[in-house]
């Protein structure tokens, strides 16, 4: 992510500002709450007040009256451009951004970030939105167009099913659509994609595809899941070793066939479907053993002769026919009937 270069020195602007505070303890909780001490450290509000002996809500009040101070006085107004600069900052990401992605356009220095964040709630043209239910933390300038923006998020959330995901380019076609019946036009890829980033709700897996952040497709949290990727992504059944070198060369991450292995087994997301051979059981790939393959079709189609009935275990499983043959030959659940045709005991 390329930093976007301002002309002001955040650490500069935020020092004479913290001085028009007079009060003592009001410049401490000030430069504590930010960030803007020797350490770097932004603490709690409870963090400060135990140190005071003081409540929660009492520390929030002495930190918004010593922001209103500073709004009040003839410093902030002598610092009109530099606000009037980040308010610039915000409208070349498209009037809204998510809070750590803004601070990190501006600078790759954690302590200069603090500056930049304590100027963003001195600021009265900056509005905000903590992170909860939907969306992350984020800074705007306009409240109607954010909210506008967000109505439209959810509502390409509400399009999207649990088990599939978009590429690219397709989650964008339909973002601009939803956007274009809220009255909002916006082609810049990239702006629409740091919008789609502000909910908590669509997300993009490792391979730059979008979907619901809950979807097994885009929630990835170890080798299962990585695995499941790079099955989804293949299309067919493909053996362990095959998929760990993929999820290698996919993610590069370091996959052990035997590992791998295993983990496919115990995943019920997939079915063993051959020698090695695995497929997820979303498409449709019946589990267990061949017999109880040849059980399954059975039930469900009634007497069947030998090739139909390994005509349709090999949609299910890649063995040979011989194999499905053995099988058969097991009296126990499978009758052979005068007219060819096999069926259940």
């Known amino acids: 992510m390329d930093t976007i270069k301002i002309t002001f020195k955040p650490k500069q602007v935020s020092t004479r500002l913290v001085k028009v505070i007079d009060n003592d303890r009001a410049r401490d909780v000030l430069m504590r709450r930010y960030g803007l001490t020797d350490t770097g450290d932004i603490e709690t509000l409870e963090s400060v007040g135990q140190s005071y002996g003081i ?4 520390v929030r009040q ?3 009256h010593a922001l209103k101070s500073i709004q009040k006085s003839r410093d902030y107004q002598a610092l009109a451009d530099a606000f009037a600069e980040l308010a610039q900052t915000i409208n070349q990401l498209g009037g809204i951004a998510p809070q750590d992605e803004l601070l990190k356009y501006l600078s790759t220095k954690p302590a200069e970030q603090n500056d930049i964040l304590f100027l963003l709630h001195v600021g009265d043209a900056f509005n905000k ?7 992350v933390h984020h800074w705007f300038l306009d409240n109607a167009q954010a909210k506008t923006i967000r109505d439209a998020t959810q509502t390409l959330y509400g399009t999207l099913a649990d088990t599939v995901v978009l590429p690219e380019e397709e989650i964008i076609s339909r973002y601009k659509s939803e956007l274009r019946k809220a009255q909002i036009a916006q082609d810049n890829a990239e702006t629409l994609l740091r919008w789609l980033s502000l909910s ?6 490792p391979l730059g595809e979008w979907g619901r952040a809950s979807s097994p497709s885009v929630r990835v949290k170890g080798m299962r899941d990585f695995a499941y990727l790079t099955l989804k992504r293949h ?8 998929v760990a070198q993929q999820v290698e060369e996919l993610f590069g991450r370091k996959a052990h066939v035997a590992t791998t292995h295993n983990e496919l087994i115990k995943d019920p997301r997939f079915v063993l479907v051959g020698r090695g051979l695995y497929a997820l059981a979303e498409w449709g790939y019946s589990k267990g053993v061949v017999k109880d393959v040849i059980r399954d079709v059975l039930k469900e189609h009634g007497p069947l002769t030998k090739k139909e009935i390994i005509d349709r275990v090999k949609r299910e499983r890649y ?3 011989n194999t499905i043959a053995v099988n058969l030959q097991d009296t126990d659940t499978f009758a052979h009937q005068k007219d060819g045709r096999y069926i259940l005991i």
């Open 55 to 58: 409540t929660r809500e009492r």
């Open 62 to 64: 002495i930190e918004n």
């Open 129 to 135: 939105k903590k992170e909860g239910g939907d969306f």
């Open 200 to 205: 908590k709700k669509i997300a993009r897996n």
């Open 235 to 242: 299309g067919s059944p493909m053996h362990f070793s095959e």
């Open 319 to 321: 063995v040979k026919d």
